[in-house]
């Protein structure tokens, strides 16, 4: 007997389960992002100071935020790219013209993406 559908349902529904952590981890990851930056705001510069010190305190702060702040992007832009890689996947697993449905939606291959509906 071939196992070849059944082979193929159990990778269509793996990649859909994997596309929708990843859509989780994205949402996840860019709250995370928008509560540090509204919790840690940047340095304000300052418009005059009465000494070099005070420059290099802001200069070390700013440095210190901004190093900070391009790891959150970078965890952003990776969980973005997980998508990404997941909506190919499916985009490729997906019947031409014929619906997919599993856990209440129906995947519908549309050219190079696809769009997902509640069914029922």
């Known amino acids: 007997m071939d196992n ?5 349902d159990e990778e269509i529904r793996a990649t859909i389960d994997e596309l929708n952590e ?4 994205v949402r996840r ?6 509560r540090w930056q509204q919790e840690n705001p940047p340095p304000k510069q300052p418009r005059s100071v ?13 440095n210190a935020w901004n190093k900070l702040y391009r790891e959150r ?3 952003l832009e990776k969980a ?5 890689a997941a909506q190919e996947k499916l985009v490729s697993l997906l ?3 014929i619906g997919y449905e ?8 549309e050219g190079g993406s696809y769009r997902a509906d509640r069914v029922g």
Request: aromatic share 6%; no cysteine.
């Open 4 to 8: 070849g559908p059944e082979q193929r």
């Open 22 to 25: 990843a859509h989780e981890n």
């Open 29 to 34: 990851v860019r709250e995370e992002g928008e």
């Open 50 to 62: 009465k000494s070099m010190a005070e420059i290099e305190r802001f200069e070390h702060s700013n």
């Open 73 to 75: 992007r970078e965890r």
């Open 80 to 84: 973005q790219a997980r998508l990404h």
């Open 95 to 97: 019947p031409e013209q």
């Open 102 to 109: 599993y856990k209440g939606k129906r995947y519908q291959r």
